[in-house]
């Protein structure tokens, strides 16, 4: 292999070891220190100009207190099994909602897919903040959802939607939709539709023919679409707080207040290690089966 | 170059003769539109039972369209499709005793070849148990025992062309359906599965529909053609008679080679016909085809291998014209002269080489005699 060759597979390297490794360490270090009123607020940092016994001294101090605390307390592995519980059940209501939408856009005459796609993306195009507050106008008791559905006269009293689950599901679905659409239109779009025709033409009726034929093919973009949306939402911070309110218990959540409110940074790093443990592993399937596609598509 | 050696077949089998057969599909004044756009222009065809039929036509004359409306995947604007004397119209492909063998295979591709052949037995009443002895069968018809667990991206083109015949075969349909279905093959590969669907067509006595556009093979395969042009069915035939007795210009020059030569026909009462070509030019003789009529302009149609080249003046033939070799194509086993006459038409005549490094023929610039006798031609209309 020549130094250029080197060179350029070394770059990606560089950039994960500076950008995920280097902050990685950092934060797995500061969940093994201890709290205390300075700056910053934990104890013990490095002083390399005592040299090697400071070092030694340094290591000494550290251990896995913070993480013991993390299960003394019921709240955290509530808040863990409660992230987990809101991004499976969104992933899921992503995926009912997404896979029709995906469908009808791959089914939609070839002049208009553009367009179709551009209205799935346009929502980025504004700031995700702004968007998320939009909803509490939607979904507040006095917002435009109340005042229609009092307006149609479908309910006498306005629905307490805000400060709810079910407020964050809205909000995280809404939010992430287009990674579940996306990949599944890709691969609902590249589908031979005489595979249908013959599928059809063996027998099978339309609708079976969607579920043994269509679904299967798609299988592909619905684990990318399901990943895509279930790794950020378990940590996700601002809906659950903008639309949650106290009533919503998530782990992004948590860390937040850890960090901020009670300037634990320690306790607050060993919850984003313990979260990224949890998500390593979902972010491995889904590198599994990405190799495993690319595979089967060459 | 074409060959009308489908004479394989038994001589007898020629329902389409037989006023007590009724045919298994008839299409009666079917019209099909796209839009303002005629695809398939007023129609009119019986299919009989165990034929093998062609559909052969240019680019873009409907015959995949045709086919689709057999199929059940387009319905007809006009007109009335039969299928065993039931209306097809309102009828959903999956109601249909009718499998179709797709250009593109169309192979379900997260499926094993086992479980593509199998396909269509699962949804049909098929009891579960016969399901695969079935599926072997097919296997072995087709000769993919080896890959029947394999998936369709881990097979050959040649043998997942075979296994969409196999799928395809495996309902024991009444009527299959095969477009273009060699398209993807190679010349040799080709030939060969052509033998093979006619065996297989044989052993199953199924009917079968092919579309193709390349002559040759519909020739090879088909017990009768039916040659096509923007939407309209010109001619229905056997090979042999729509290469012998094209009914018109158009499907005379589009099967095989062909001399034309444009004149005013006068007819003979013997149904021998003489066309006037050329100033001073001796009227050519030939055999009047289908609906010519006395005096019209019409054209003098014969192959290459019907025109003998000679030295010499022939003596005791009616039709003789004296040209020079303009230019030869060598084709190994055979040789076509393109020979200028005095009007400046081309006309090629054909020689078999029979005989390895024969005496040189002829050359180029050669002074050469064109001949033939009074029925090796015909004169058509327009
Ligand atoms: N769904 C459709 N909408 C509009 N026009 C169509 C449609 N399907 C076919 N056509 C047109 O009808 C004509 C006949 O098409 P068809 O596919 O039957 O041709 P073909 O004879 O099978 O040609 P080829 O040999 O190229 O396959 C073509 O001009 C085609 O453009
Ligand atoms: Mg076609």
Redesign the interface.
């Known amino acids: 292999m020549t130094i250029g060759r080197r060179a350029l597979i070394g770059i990606p390297y560089l950039w994960l070891l500076l950008l995920f490794l280097v902050p990685f360490g950092i934060i797995f270090k500061i969940s093994l220190s201890d709290i205390t009123l300075a700056i910053p607020p934990y104890t013990p940092t490095l002083d390399l100009s005592e040299g090697w016994p400071g070092i030694r001294d340094f290591l000494r101090q550290l251990d896995f207190e913070n993480y013991v605390f993390l299960t003394e307390d019921a709240l955290y592995w509530k808040a863990y099994l409660s992230s987990l519980r809101i991004a499976l059940v969104s992933t899921l209501l992503a995926l009912c909602v997404g896979y029709p939408i995906a469908y009808g856009m791959a089914r939609a005459a070839p002049e208009w897919r553009p367009t179709l796609m551009m209205l799935v993306i346009l929502p980025f195009w504004t700031s995700f903040l702004i968007r998320v507050y939009a909803w509490i106008g939607i979904l507040s008791t006095e917002g435009y959802l109340n005042q229609f559905l009092q307006w149609i006269g479908l309910i006498a009293e306005p629905l307490q939607i805000m400060n709810t689950p079910t407020a964050v599901y809205v909000g995280i679905v809404y939010t992430y939709l287009p990674f579940m659409i996306l990949p599944i239109y890709a691969t609902l779009e590249r589908m031979?539709d005489?595979?249908l025709?013959?599928?059809?033409?063996?027998?099978?009726?339309r609708l079976?023919a969607f579920w043994i034929?269509t679904f299967?093919?798609s299988r592909s973009g619905i684990i990318a679409g399901c990943f895509l949306v279930f790794i950020p939402a378990i940590g996700e911070f601002v809906i659950p707080s903008l639309l949650g309110g106290s009533g919503t218990l998530m782990i992004g959540k948590v860390l937040w207040e850890e960090f901020f409110s009670n300037r634990d940074w320690p306790v607050a790093s060993a919850v984003a290690i313990i979260l990224l443990l949890i998500l390593v592993i979902p972010i491995i399937l889904f590198q599994k089966t990405l190799e495993k596609n690319q595979e089967?598509d060459a | 170059m074409t060959s009308a050696v489908a004479a394989a077949r038994p001589a007898e089998f020629a329902p389409w003769n037989d006023p007590a057969q009724t045919p298994l599909i008839r299409f009666e004044n079917v019209t099909k539109r796209f839009g303002d756009f005629t695809a398939v222009d007023d129609v009119d065809l019986a299919i009989y039972r165990k034929e093998f039929f062609a559909l052969l036509g240019p680019s873009g004359c409907g015959k995949t369209t045709l086919m689709r409306m057999l199929?059940?995947?387009e319905t007809a604007t006009e007109g009335r499709i039969t299928i065993g004397d039931e209306d097809m119209a309102g009828i959903?492909?999956?109601r249909r005793e009718?499998?179709?063998m797709?250009?593109?295979y169309?192979?379900?591709?997260?499926l094993s070849v086992w479980d593509n052949i199998a396909?269509?037995l699962k949804?049909?009443d098929m009891a579960k148990d016969k399901i695969p002895d079935r599926v072997q069968e097919m296997l072995r018809l087709t000769r993919l025992e080896k890959f029947a667990r394999r998936k369709p991206?881990q097979i050959s083109g040649g043998q997942r062309q075979r296994v969409a015949l196999a799928?395809a075969l495996a309902?024991a349909p009444k009527l299959l359906l095969l477009d273009e279905p060699l398209g993807a093959l190679d010349a040799k590969l080709r030939q060969q599965t052509q033998f093979e669907l006619m065996d297989i067509q044989e052993k199953t006595e199924t009917t079968f529909v092919i579309v193709t556009h390349d002559q040759e093979e519909a020739m090879t395969v088909a017990s009768r053609v039916a040659v096509m042009d923007n939407g309209k069915v010109i001619q229905v035939d056997t090979p042999a008679r729509i290469y012998e007795t094209p009914n018109s210009v158009y499907v005379a020059d589009f099967i095989g080679d062909v001399n034309l030569i444009e004149g005013n026909a006068t007819l003979k009462p013997d149904g021998l016909v003489r066309l006037a070509w050329a100033e001073g030019a001796p009227e050519i003789i030939a055999t009047a085809g289908e609906g010519l009529t006395d005096g019209a302009r019409a054209s003098f149609v014969i192959r290459p291998e019907k025109v003998a080249i000679s030295a010499e003046r022939p003596e005791g033939r009616n039709n003789v014209v004296q040209g020079r070799i303009h230019d030869i194509a060598y084709l190994g086993n055979i040789s076509t002269y393109h020979v200028e006459l005095p009007g400046g038409q081309i006309m090629k005549a054909q020689t078999v080489n029979n005989r390895r490094q024969s005496r040189r023929g002829f050359t180029w610039d050669d002074e050469v005699w064109l001949s033939w006798t009074d029925t090796a031609g015909l004169v058509l209309a327009g």
Do not use: T, Y
């Open positions: 031979d005489s595979l025709e013959a599928a059809e033409d063996l027998g099978c009726s079976s034929i299967p093919l089967a | 199929a059940g995947f959903p492909p999956n009718v499998n179709m797709f250009q593109s169309a192979l379900f591709p997260h396909f269509g949804r049909s991206h799928r309902k």
